[in-house]
């Protein structure tokens, strides 16, 4: 897919400032914040999907757990962004697992019903929740294939430019990335392992394709990423 295709899966749509209850009319006097300690649970597989969440404070992990056992990273959000979404689309329980990556997370809880009568009468905002989730589930259908049939450096590239389209800024020919992801997140979502992470992230620095620090990724040129 080329990148001027990928830029509408890419396209801001974060809905914290229009879907947090503080910031909705009438909802604000009844609603409090959820915070959560690190490793502490938000939800677990096999609960009612009765609420959407929106992260407000700290960064969480959304995964699943294999018939083994195993625990499988499907992404990891950090403020303004929205989570448990499927219940809108008739999820009845939950298939995944949120979880508290951060000490003092604090996330906004939204009651499926409540979501349900603003999208009624919001119909922009009902384009936006269904493009989140079509952005979501292209996102993983990317991230499948990435894993069924390219190697760990692609995997990793792949990740990187990913997160250039989603959340980089343009400056110039270059892309700067504010990163919250450590090596292991990067191996956790790319199927690799950590010290391949730091092995290739110091190749393509070397080739001089991207620069970064524990804050954040300079991708030199998007174009020349691969």
Known sequence: MSTQSNLWYFEDVDLYD???PHKVEGMQESHTFNKFKKDEFIYFPDEPSDHIYLVSEGRIKIGAYTEDGREVVKTILSPGEVFGELALVGEEKRTDFAIAMDHDTRVCPMNISDMQQLMAINRDLSLKIFKLIGFRIK???RRIESLVFKDARSRIVDFIRDLAYEKGKKVGFE??????FTHQDIANLTGTSRQTVTTILN???DQN???FDRRRILVRDLDKLH
Not at 175 to 180: D, E, M, P, S, V
């Open 18 to 20: 229009i879907l947090c």
């Open 139 to 141: 996102k993983l259908e």
């Open 175 to 180: 892309t700067l990335i504010k990163n919250h």
């Open 203 to 205: 190749e393509l620095k």
């Open 209 to 211: 394709l991207i620069n």
